[in-house]
Structure formats: C-alpha cells, structure tokens
C-alpha cells in the first residue's frame, strides 16, 4: 500500500521533441497528403513531435538530463518540458496526440527505459511513448480532426486519442 509521502514524490512530466524550424518536415507533409487524398480542406500544414510521458520519482532536472541524453539530437530538433498540471484547454493550435493503450505493448517506451538505466539512473520510472499532431489552415473542425485521426493517424485497436485546442 502506498503512502501519502510515496504518492506525493510521483510526478508526471511529458517531453514534446520536433524539428528545428527550417528543416522539412517529411511525416508532417505524408500527413498532409493523406489528410488532403480523404478530400478534407482548409489544412495547409502538419507539425509532427514525438511526445513522452515520463513519469514517477523524477525531478524536472532528471527529465532533462535523460531528455537531452537520450531522446533530443540538438543539431536537428527542439525540445520542451512541461508538467502534467499544464492546462491543454488553453492550448490555441488544433491538434491531436496518439498514444498506446493501457496494456498494449510499446517497443519505444521498452527502448527508452533501457537507456534510462543504461545512464545509471535508478529510479523507479516510467515512461509512455506518442506522436503529437499540430495542424494549421482555415476552418478546422473537431470533427475534421476527429476523421483524420481514426483514418489516418491512429489505430483505434491499439491506440488512443486526444484532440486539444479546439
């Protein structure tokens, strides 16, 4: 049984990495095209990001140093750390993240935890792998975004998914 101390030091983090700006964005136009091959419009551009959830007896300080070490090429991408309390109803761009479901594999999150002990980190951590979707353009919907996530970006067998900023 957990104590209040145990559940107090547990945090939640997600690290959001992408492309610096200026590089080509190749998944991100793959997505566009399909999204534009299903006949919805008013989508001009898609940013794509790795997100992870890193969770458990972690400081911000560790997220970072295993973010930077492990999950960040500084020459090619752009990184940010924010807590689980940030409120996502206040985020402006419609988007749309891709998560395994509770108690499906995920071969990324198995990779990176061996990593995270492979830098001599022993806490108990967690982390969970997804994809971030940002999409820009006129008249975008939820039920747009609704459509193209269960056509296009997610496999609902296996996948969960959240629409933000709209």
Known sequence: METGLNIQKKRVYFVQIGLKKGFFDAFGQDVLNSILELGIEGISKVNVYDVYKVYGEISFSLVKKISKELLFDPVA??????????????????????????????????????????????????????????????????????????????????????????
């Open 77 to 166: 991408h752009e990184m940010k750390i924010y807590s689980h309390s940030k409120d996502k109803t206040k985020l402006k761009i419609p988007s749309i993240e891709v998560w395994y479901k509770t108690g499906v594999t995920d071969p990324v999150a198995f990779t990176a935890i061996k990593g995270i002990k492979d830098l001599g980190v022993l806490s108990d951590i967690g982390i969970s792998c997804g994809k971030k979707f940002e999409f820009f353009g006129s008249g975008i919907t939820k039920e747009k975004l609704e459509t193209i996530a269960t056509k296009i970006l997610a496999n609902t067998l296996i996948q969960d998914f959240f629409i933000n900023g709209i």
